[in-house]
């Protein structure tokens, strides 16, 4: 693990829920399926990405932060990285630190470089995650709680080498099954009482374990392929989602979340949506 020298009061993350104020975004340049990687990418693989269409969706979701008061910073694009707008699993901030992954799939290896640049550029600290691979997409975040979901990209002694790390957390291991990609396209912490869950990919001990602390909103088959669980909460009970997915939209509304629909439709696609798609290094409690 390495960390680098410089330090600053850029950086605060404690929750997937308090007010979002700086995130890290890459618009979809040269998104494509170049190497098929999860399931939904299977699906769409033949039809391909309308890269226009992406990029004009993106650029409403860049939009929506910022008429939310949310500083959008966007990494420079490169060719030969097809999933750069995923941003997410590059890493995920913890406390003041941003923890930079270690990416499990070649066709990703080395977008944290790019990450990594803008860090130095801008003297902001982070830990270098070395050794076992972990992605970002696979770490939930709930004050003391991090979740850590075990997946084709996640491994346990990265769970365990985080825990090390982490002392004063608690790190919970969820195992899930391998068909999903990362365990925020499964469950999601969208405020303190309440989470969205697809409980057919995940064991009855963690759903218990999950049914325990939050008023569960499970996430029907066809609305978990529309990636349903993957929305992002900006704070004060503001969550982007979907327009496509109604029945999550409307148990969110009905539990007094504001839900602002934004169509990323080709984006997701890929396999990820607005949670995917944001790295928030800045929350304020």
Not at 229 to 251: D, R, Y
Request: proline share 3%; charged share 25%.
């Amino acid at each position: 693990m390495e960390e680098s020298q410089n330090t600053n009061n850029k950086t605060f993350c404690m929750s997937e829920y308090d007010v979002l104020k700086r995130a890290i975004l890459c618009q979809p340049q040269y998104m494509t399926i170049r190497e098929v990687i999860n399931e939904t990418q299977e699906h769409f693989k033949n039809e391909g990405i309308h890269i226009e269409r992406a990029l004009e969706q993106h650029g409403d979701l860049v939009k929506t932060l910022k008429n939310n008061g949310i500083e959008v910073i966007l990494l420079p694009y490169h060719k030969k990285y097809p999933e750069q707008v995923f941003t997410r699993d590059i890493g995920f901030t913890l406390g003041q630190t941003i923890f930079v992954a270690k990416m499990a799939t070649d066709v990703r290896a080395g977008e944290e470089n790019v990450l990594k640049q803008w860090l130095d550029d801008e003297e902001i600290s982070y830990y270098n995650l070395e050794g076992e691979r972990i992605e970002g997409g696979d770490v939930v975040i709930d004050q003391e709680t991090i979740y850590v979901g075990l997946s084709n990209r996640t491994n346990q002694k990265a769970a365990e080498q985080l825990q090390l790390l982490l002392t004063q957390f608690n790190v919970i291991p969820i195992p899930f099954k391998d068909k999903y990609l990362h365990l925020d396209c499964v469950f999601n912490v969208v405020s303190p009482e309440v989470a969205l869950i697809y409980p057919n990919a995940l064991t009855k001990k963690d759903i218990e374990l999950f049914s325990s602390r939050y008023e569960l909103i499970e996430v029907s088959e066809e609305e978990q392929f529309q990636l349903g669980t993957n929305v992002l909460n900006i704070g004060n009970k503001k969550v982007l989602s979907l327009p496509v997915n109604e029945k999550v939209n409307k148990q969110l509304r009905n539990r007094g979340f504001q839900v602002i629909e934004v169509d990323i439709t080709e984006i997701i696609k890929s396999g990820g949506s607005f949670r995917c798609c944001t790295l928030p290094i800045l929350r304020e409690t």
